[in-house]
């Protein structure tokens, strides 16, 4: 996917999850759409920065560089949702792209992603974005959701929601 669908895939994420988290009509809702926003954002746009100084998509878009994202603010206790950006880069480009990303780059540089995948120029790439990003939502909603209480508040609480 383009720039363009990444920032439009990670701008609904942030506010999708910020009304998921808090789901009352408040000021306090705002404020973690807004929380939630910058990094979720940041974190979609990170990947592509390998097309300054690697071979795109497999310098940055591979499984390796996804646990780094993921471990990150476990050891720093910060940037808590910059990896939900990032995950969310992977899967638009794995599901929404007809080539795919490298995900086991550099042990293996085969790309993998699925077949109703479209080119990135393609007139329905922002159609596409906006189906994975419905999927996103509604996993995150039913994580949110469905996971017994104590495990879902031990992850928001984790993710520095709560």
Known sequence: MNKRGHVLNAALLA???GVMVRPVPEVETLAVVAELFVP???GALFPDVDTAFGTHRKT???LPVLAIFLAYPIYFGN???VWVGVLSHYLLDVLGSKRGIALFYPLWRREFGFPFGVP????WSPVVTLVVTGLELAFGAAVIH???A???EGALTLLGVR
């Open 60 to 62: 940055l878009h591979n």
């Open 15 to 17: 506010v999708g999850l």
């Open 120 to 123: 990135v120029r393609s007139r």
């Open 79 to 81: 940037l808590q949702w």
């Open 150 to 152: 104590p495990m879902a």
């Open 146 to 148: 469905w996971l017994p």
């Open 40 to 42: 979720i954002v940041l």
